[in-house]
Nanobody, 116 residues
Framework: VQLVESGGGLVQAGGSLRLSCAASGSTFSINAMGWYRQAPGKQRELVARITSAGTNYADSVKGRFLISRDSAKNTMYLQMNSLKPEDTAVYYC????????????WGQGTQVTVSS
């Protein structure tokens, strides 16, 4: 599975961005997808995850971010509203599946910068 993120950029605090993750290849093997982020000097952390059973979010983004998936387009989205400077990070798309090498696949990441 290959994953390509898009939609990152520079936005002022309080603004919005929508990230997209387009999947290609053996997409039938994907069981779950998620967004992770990594800020400078920090560990990569889960932002939001979506499965057939539902969604879950990091406490820091609940009520502000919305994850969704369009299976027909093999694309996952992250709508980010009320952005804060602490949301600044590289955002990575992830796909999980027991048939994937190592059990998961990662995109190359997209930079999100929120100015105060």
């Amino acid at each position: 599975v290959q994953l390509v993120e898009s939609g990152g950029g520079l936005v002022q605090a309080g603004g919005s961005l929508r990230l997209s993750c387009a999947a290609s290849g053996s997409t039938f093997s994907i069981n779950a997808m998620g967004w992770y982020r990594q800020a400078p000097g920090k560990q990569r952390e889960l932002v939001a995850r979506i499965t057939s059973a539902g969604t879950n979010y990091a406490d820091s983004v609940k009520g502000r971010f919305l994850i969704s998936r369009d299976s027909a387009k093999n694309t996952m989205y992250l709508q980010m509203n009320s952005l804060k400077p602490e949301d600044t990070a590289v955002y990575y798309c992830n796909a999980e599946g027991w048939r994937l090498p190592g059990g998961s696949s990662w995109g190359q990441g997209t930079q999100v910068t929120v100015s105060s």
